[in-house]
């Protein structure tokens, strides 16, 4: 996936093309994306429907063509045409919240950083780490409590996790591992 290419530019864009698309669907976008334009210049240079269609059909195609554009717009005019490494400047740019923030800070730059999705939320909610409403509530509990070191892979093991173990909707809680620790908390119905 592109995301794993360590360029923080492709990262960024990758991470916007993922909001509300599924894996699959985001990598290939990603290719045809990045076959045409891999920098901010270059990027620019592409008719906004030519973004369209090579993005095309990730969720909000359109919306997110037209932040790409603002995007690479803002890397020129403010960071010297690089993705800034600093969690507040990135959130300056269009179309960015934590989540992209915190994924271009671990995955581009080795910085510390919790990506906060669904399963993340979910999980630590359910095992009573946190008691959360909001990913965003969840991302700030998390950083006070969990020891940095461990920060990282928190995402990726969750992701992982709630996928195949801690289900949304019917969590396998008969095979789960860490069952004598979780306080199960909001889960109705299990496997
Ligand atoms: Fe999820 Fe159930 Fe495991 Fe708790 S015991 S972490 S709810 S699968």
Redesign the pocket.
Known sequence: MAQRSRDPFCILIACLLSLRTKDHVTAQASMRLFRLARTPRRMLELPRRTIERAIYPVGFYRIKARHIHEICHALLRHFGGHVPDAMDHLLTLPGVGRKTANLVLVEGFRKPGICVDTHVHR?SN??GYVRTKTPGHTEMVLRARLPTRYWSEYNELFVS?GQT???PTS???S?????A?????G?TR?R
Do not use: D, G, M, T
């Open positions: 999980i359910r095992l996790f173990v801690c289900h969590p396998w809680c095979r789960c591992p860490v069952e620790f979780c306080a199960k908390e889960v299990s």
